[in-house]
Each structure stands twice: as C-alpha cells, then as structure tokens.
C-alpha cells in the first residue's frame, strides 16, 4: 500500500509563488507515474500536471503551462509543484496521485492512491 502526504499549500497573493511537496511511503516509488490534481469549490477534480519516469515525459494542462513546474526525486520519493505567477483561479485544494500502469494519464480515475490534499489559496 502507498501513502501520499501532500504539503506546502498556503494563503498567498496573486502573482505569487508556493512549492509543493509530496512525499510516498510504501511501494516502489520509481515506478509510479505521479500526477498533481486540484478541485476547486463546486468544481469537479481535474488534472493539472503528470510526470512519467523521468522528467521528459511531463504533461501540463493548459491553464498551468509556463507557470506551473513538477519534478520528482525517487531517492526521496517525493514529488514537488513549483507554482509561479499564481492566479485567482488557481484556488483549489491540491492532490497528489499515483498511478501503477505506465503512461501519464489525465483522468483521475487512472490513479491508485491518492494523497488527502493541501489547500493553496490565491488572494488579490
């Protein structure tokens, strides 16, 4: 069984930056494709950004590209946001997920374990 512990969500202003972290327990973690979702009030979960093995098989959502950064580190086996040049609509209580198969996925049912989630709140 894998654990997800997501950490690094905030309040912060537009404009702004946060990093966040999740960390695994449990598993292989090199093997696990890892996703980021969010799902903002009202709104269903939707996919942000995954990354595959390695950091050339990365895949952004529109709304995040340029702005938004993933990368992992599998002797720590945790995954890291870097988010830049927040926005309101950015809002949204962030996940982090795992999946089990090859290929970076967007729909989040693709995924097996799920982190509990870290609030980011984008204030003007």
């Known amino acids: 069984q894998v654990q997800l512990v997501e950490s690094g969500g905030g309040l912060v202003q537009a404009g702004g930056s946060l990093r966040l972290s999740c960390a695994a327990s449990g598993g292989t973690f090199s093997t696990y494709v890892m996703g980021w979702f969010r799902q903002a009030p009202g709104k269903e979960r939707e996919f942000v950004v995954g990354?595959?093995?390695?950091?050339?098989?990365?895949y952004y959502v529109d709304s995040v590209k340029g702005r938004f950064t993933i990368s992992r580190d599998n002797a720590k086996k945790t995954v890291y946001l870097g988010m830049n040049s927040l926005k309101l609509e950015d809002t949204a209580v962030y996940y982090c997920a795992a999946r089990r198969l090859l290929g970076v996925e967007y729909g989040a049912g693709e995924y097996h374990y799920w982190g509990q989630g870290t609030q980011v709140t984008v204030s003007s």
């Open positions: 990354i595959g093995w390695s950091i050339d098989n990365t």
